[in-house]
């Protein structure tokens, strides 16, 4: 399981989550911040300090948050 940056981090990118995380998982992409799932250790450091609470469980993602875990994996699959 991962966390996953869905729309609420969209153009936003405080950072935040970035500073917290424990194995920098999380990277800066152009129109959003994204946590890498092969990586990602599940601590939830990123998600209790997100100041847009954008970040979500994996399995706790909606149908219509799904694309954003498709977007993360697409993003680091490069």
Known sequence: MAFVITSPCKDEKAGE??????????????????????????????????????????YDLSPEQEVYLEKAEAFFSR
């Open 17 to 58: 989550c970035m500073t917290v995380c424990p194995v920098d998982c999380i990277v800066e992409g152009p129109d959003q911040f994204y946590i890498d799932p092969d990586v990602c250790i599940d601590c939830g450091a990123c998600k209790a300090v997100c100041p847009v609470d954008a970040i979500e469980e994996e």
